[in-house]
């Protein structure tokens, strides 16, 4: 029965945004769907394109969403529409259709006086946030998640506001507004206490960690660091550890703790799998060479990391942790030459 289906649907999707395992996920994506019921049909069909933007798989996510806006648009159900559409902005955001999440987003917008619906304005506000905040039109990603966290809080959604508080801590760290930013941090911290999504709060402790290093609080830098990589390790996000790693290690050899800054700085480099990565942890390695003494090679690492090939852009251009870590590199150099 198709309402079986659907709370099955709700489950997975439930487990998966806590960052639990979730078994027999094929069996729950390849769901014969019934025909009937119009209304629930939609519905299940974009959960199951959420679950599948969750994945990372937008391409095969986004037949179903755009099915299901039309469905939604054709029953007159604007609610349905607007969370299809949203999922659809979703999708295409993550394959870099920057231009059409935006337009998707700002459907949504346009449909909320129809319904009554927080939690998607909260997302679709957040994620225009998100766009321009890539885009560093940082004023009006300010606007987008100020407005966010505001629907996140009347929703009750702790979890989304922990994202919404961090993602504005991030743009006020990049923004050079150190102290509102470390409010935003724990305050993204506290929000997050009990919601059990591990891997959020490791990454909101990490990027943490950057603006303590940023504010030269290293001991602090080094604990929120370390508590990342402990809490990445068990939940076995290997990617996201390796960046962790390199932060690390980073702040390790500031503290002159070599030896433990070579062995992390090695870990990260064996689990990266990622070029962006790769480059990250090299431009992190720098500080161990300067710890050991090798300040021309520490100059050779930063000058790559800010190296832009043809219309390649440079690392600094596309990563904010590449960019306090450029920035404090050429400091240290500066400080030893």
């Known amino acids: 029965p ?87 902005g979703v999708a295409r955001h993550g394959r870099r259709d920057l231009d059409g999440a935006r337009r998707c987003y700002e459907d949504v917008l346009a449909r909320r006086r129809a319904f009554e619906a927080p939690l998607l304005e909260a997302r679709a506000l957040g994620n225009l946030g998100a766009i321009a905040h890539d885009r560093n039109d940082g004023d009006a990603a300010y606007r987008y998640y100020i407005e966010a966290i505001a629907l996140a809080e009347v929703a009750g959604e702790r979890r989304l506001l922990g994202v919404f508080l961090g993602n504005l ?14 409010q935003y941090f724990v305050r993204a911290l506290t929000a997050l206490e009990g919601v059990g999504d591990v891997r959020l709060v490791a990454i909101t402790l990490g990027n943490l960690g950057v603006l303590e290093l940023e504010r030269d609080k290293l001991d602090d830098a080094e604990s929120q660091l370390a508590r990342a990589r402990e ?22 050899a500031l503290l002159g703790r070599v030896d433990d800054a070579a ?75």
């Open 231 to 252: 809490l990445l390790a068990r939940i076995g996000d290997v990617r996201s550890e390796a960046l962790a790693l390199a932060r690390h290690a980073a702040v390790l």
């Open 2 to 88: 198709l309402r079986q289906q659907l709370a099955r649907l709700d489950r997975t999707l439930g487990s998966m945004e806590a960052g639990r395992g979730v078994e027999g996920l094929e069996d729950v994506l390849a769901l014969d769907i019934s025909p009937h019921e119009r209304k629930l049909r939609a519905r299940a069909i974009t959960i199951r394109g959420r679950i599948l933007t969750l994945l990372g798989q937008w391409q095969r996510a986004e037949p179903d969403l755009t099915w299901a806006a039309r469905e939604g648009e054709a029953l007159g159900a604007p609610e349905i529409e607007a969370a299809a559409l949203l999922e659809l």
């Open 169 to 182: 801590a991030v743009l006020n760290r990049e923004r050079g507004k150190l102290v509102p930013s470390r």
């Open 263 to 337: 062995k992390a700085a090695s870990l990260a480099k064996r689990n990266a799998g990622d070029a962006r990565i790769e480059q990250l942890v090299d431009l992190a390695t720098a500080f161990v060479d300067l710890a050991m003494g090798d300040a021309s090679v520490a100059s050779e690492k930063l000058a790559r990391a800010r190296f832009r090939g043809g219309e390649d852009k440079a690392l600094v251009d596309v990563s904010d942790d590449a960019r306090a870590l450029a920035g404090l590199l050429e400091r240290k150099l500066t400080a030893n030459a």
